[in-house]
């Protein structure tokens, strides 16, 4: 009888296996046609130095699905990193946010996350520089952020191709640092121009001690190597003085403001809604 219910239990465990892959399919399918349906958007975030003097803004991708509605970016990526559409969507997000960025009266930074898919393939350096060309932002005005994954894989190409970005006058941040297995070691091999502490280290500073000890810790190494922080996740005020008073120079989070269409930050990149409207 043992048998006969654990039989069951493993049927029912590959039904729901196959169903998930038929899901997974099924949103894949479906994002081939984000794109040229425009169910795409581009989320901005605003990025302060610990005073709250909004000094950029990072990209975020939404996908607004006809049936689903929202599907969260940590969903969707994986899928269009998996079948390669992550190329096209990657290069979209770019256009947008630095066409966007180019049309802002105040010269705020821009920043744009890049997946290793990227990196391995297609033309990243020559889409960027097109873009740029394109758009009209000045490459100072262009940050991207890339997480230990870009270096994971084909480590010689990726850093050659971190070095002519670099080159072009982009600057390199390193995401979510702290989360991954050797982000150590990674910040001897290139001279990132950021580091941004991972939210999780940020969400636990009142509640575990060490959380404390580790932002106080990657603090201390960024600023012997010379590279400012931003951290991620801010949501309290008491993060904030905590991060001050151990002289973390920028916060992102919804502290200081949550994703949002563009519409929502117009004060802040200096355009009046009339201009907006009538442009
Ligand atoms: P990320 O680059 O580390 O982005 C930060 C994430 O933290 C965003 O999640 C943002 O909405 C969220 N966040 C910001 N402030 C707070 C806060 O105060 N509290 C909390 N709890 N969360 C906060 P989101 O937008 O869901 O994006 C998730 C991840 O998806 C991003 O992590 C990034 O890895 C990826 N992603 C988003 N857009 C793109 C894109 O255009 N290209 C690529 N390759 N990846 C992207
Ligand atoms: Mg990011
Ligand atoms: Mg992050
Ligand atoms: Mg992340």
Not at 192 to 204: E, P, Q, W, Y
Request: net charge negative; glycine share 6%.
């Amino acid at each position: 009888r043992a048998k006969r219910e654990g039989r069951g239990r493993v049927r029912c465990f590959e039904s729901e296996m196959d169903q998930e892959l038929r899901d997974r399919r099924l949103l894949q399918h479906d994002l081939r046609q984000a794109l040229e349906q425009n169910q795409l958007l581009v989320y901005f975030q605003p990025q302060a130095r610990v005073d709250g003097e909004v000094i950029g803004f990072e990209a975020l991708l939404r996908w607004n699905h006809p049936v689903r509605g929202f599907v969260p970016p940590d969903q969707f990526i994986p899928l269009a990193e998996e079948n390669g559409l992550i190329v096209q969507i990657g290069e979209w997000i770019l256009r947008e946010a630095c066409r966007e960025a180019a049309s802002w009266p105040r010269p705020l930074q821009v920043a744009v996350n890049l997946s290793p898919v990227q990196f391995q393939a297609g033309d990243l350096e020559r889409s960027i520089h097109q873009i740029l060309l394109e758009t009209g932002l000045a490459p100072t005005r262009l940050e991207v952020e890339i997480t230990e994954g870009v270096l994971i894989g084909d480590f010689t190409r990726a850093l050659n191709l971190l070095r002519r970005l670099k080159a072009l006058g982009i600057r390199i941040a390193m995401d979510d640092f702290g989360t991954g297995y050797s982000s150590l070691s990674y910040l001897q091999s290139f001279p990132f121009d950021k580091i941004k502490i991972d939210h999780s280290f940020i969400s636990n500073l009142e509640a575990t001690p060490q959380s404390a000890e580790i932002v106080r810790a990657v603090l201390g190494l960024a600023h012997a190597l010379n590279i400012p922080v931003i951290a991620e996740g801010v949501e309290t005020e008491a993060q904030r003085t905590f991060l001050a008073r151990e002289a973390c120079e920028e916060m992102q989070g919804y502290l200081v403001g949550r994703p949002d269409l563009i519409e929502r930050y117009l004060d802040l990149v200096g355009v009046t809604v009339e201009r907006r409207l009538y442009a």
